[in-house]
């Protein structure tokens, strides 16, 4: 009996052999041929590409086989590359959309199957529900072209992408003066799609590019998942301090996210990194527009947006929902609580080398370390503090969201609660304008509760009586 493939915020993610199988991926390949073919796009380009998993590869030229067997013609990237990328490569090469396999941020048992469209952008809600409408229900319905014979055919066609995304992130920020500026940097792409990136960047002048956890490991050593959050970045932290970098920046497995530590190995959590990149663009670069926001995300952004007179746009938590209000309102930046950002003037994806290239040019423009630049922001906004709790669970979830739906808490960590906000999850807004939020993750069985909170003090407190709400305690 087949199984069920659910498309979550992301596309399709399973555990390797388990549920993610070559049939089963042959499968979504042909579910989203058929979406390509109802849109009008029969003969059309679409890009596939990989990053270092297990088998990785192969799996990217089992989609592309079945793509070309169905109607369809593929750029199929020559190795592993990072997924802002392989989005870009959409928009270079005027394709109709794109097939990432990637499990980013999850556990090394794990690989996933991500889509997007034309520009580049996650797919929306209704389009994931119209491609997992598509798949069919056996291989036995899937028809593919063999790779070899599509080469031949011209149908399949290697290619590299780097070229096109270089040139283009030359006309988004200018990358001598960080070259010039001599400073020493940390990366550490998590044994992903992200190596090497920097160093080609940025090589060749006084700025010193060190790199660790570099080359391909499908187990990704000393991390539990390639997912620039503590606990996983302790190493890279540890290793700032040793070698007196002046920042570390970290990519996840597929590089469309970015974590940054201070010149004294202390973590900027995601909330913050968001608040320093629109502090950046808004007031360093002077440039305007919305802000783009999940809910999971900082209430910094509103406060940067009532400063520089631009509008807060609200969304569930996902690129899903992002991009598509990116392109709606023609965003200056858009971003959620994960640690992912896409900016204007690019693909409305997530991108976790451009994030880091925007965060050392507001280094070198504005000669601060990377706490001095944190002091900076909360001189504008106040400090703000965050934390989140993610737990398992098994079976159904709808006993959980039952016992939430029928919480109605005066109080959360001592605070007056103020109101609810269900727009995914359950987000309680408490009196100094910091909030918890509840929801179930879209890609694994897991429970995340969050908070931020103008009160240093009260972040565990607020986490606990979340957990207590949730039925986790």
Not at 214 to 237: A, C, Q
């Amino acid at each position: 009996m087949a199984r069920d493939i659910q498309f979550g915020t992301d596309g399709w993610r399973g555990k390797i052999a388990e549920d993610y199988t070559f049939a089963n991926v042959r499968r979504c390949a042909k579910g989203f041929a058929t979406f390509l073919l109802k849109h009008g796009h029969k003969n059309k380009w679409v890009v596939v590409g990989h990053d270092k998993r297990f088998q990785s590869e192969h799996f990217a030229a089992a989609v592309a086989e079945v793509l070309a067997g169905n109607g369809l013609r593929v750029y199929l990237t020559d190795g592993a590359s990072p997924t802002p990328v392989i989005a870009y490569s959409v928009v270079a090469r005027k394709a109709v959309g794109a097939v990432n396999v990637t499990a980013s941020h999850n556990p090394y048992h794990d690989n996933g199957f991500k889509v997007r469209d034309e520009n580049g952008g996650a797919i929306n809600p209704k389009g994931l529900k119209e491609i997992e409408s598509f798949i069919p229900l056996t291989e036995d319905e899937v028809k593919r072209l063999d790779l070899a014979d599509a080469k031949r055919q011209g149908l399949i066609r290697y290619f590299d992408p780097d070229p096109d995304y270089i040139e283009h992130i030359q006309t988004l920020v200018d990358l001598q003066p960080i070259k010039d500026a001599g400073l020493r940097v940390l990366v550490d792409p998590m044994w992903g799609n992200g190596a090497g990136w920097f160093p080609k960047l940025l090589g060749g002048g006084k700025t010193e590019i060190i790199e660790i956890h570099n080359t391909r490991h499908p187990l990704f050593p000393e991390m539990s998942r390639p997912e620039p959050i503590p606990p996983n970045i302790d190493i890279g932290l540890r290793a700032t301090v040793e070698r007196k970098a002046d920042v570390l920046l970290i990519n996840d497995g597929d590089a469309d996210r970015v974590g940054f530590g201070d010149e004294n190995g202390e973590f900027i959590n995601q909330l913050r990194a968001y608040g320093l990149l629109a502090y950046y663009l808004l007031e360093v670069r002077g440039e305007r527009g919305p802000i783009v926001k999940t809910i999971s995300t900082t209430k910094m952004l509103n406060k940067l947006a009532e400063i520089y007179a631009v509008p807060v746009f609200e969304t569930g938590v996902g690129f899903k929902y992002v991009a598509p209000k990116m392109l709606e309102t023609q965003a200056l930046i858009g971003g959620e609580e994960s640690g992912g950002y896409a900016f204007k003037g690019h693909v409305p994806e997530r991108d976790g080398i451009l994030a880091g290239l925007y965060f050392l040019d507001m280094m070198v423009k504005l000669k601060r370390k990377p706490s001095q630049l944190l002091d900076l922001l909360f001189s504008k906004v106040g400090a703000h503090y965050y934390d989140r709790i993610d737990t398992h669970f098994e079976g159904e979830s709808k006993e959980k969201i039952e016992r939430i739906l029928a919480a109605d808490p005066e109080t959360i960590g001592g605070l007056r609660v103020t109101g609810l906000l269900t727009i995914d999850g359950y987000q309680f807004h408490l009196e100094d304008g910091g909030w918890l939020l509840i929801r179930f993750s879209g890609t694994e069985p897991i429970i995340r509760v969050y908070c931020e909170t103008t009160h240093e003090d009260k972040v565990q407190a607020i986490l606990q009586d979340g957990l207590k709400i949730a039925g986790i305690k």
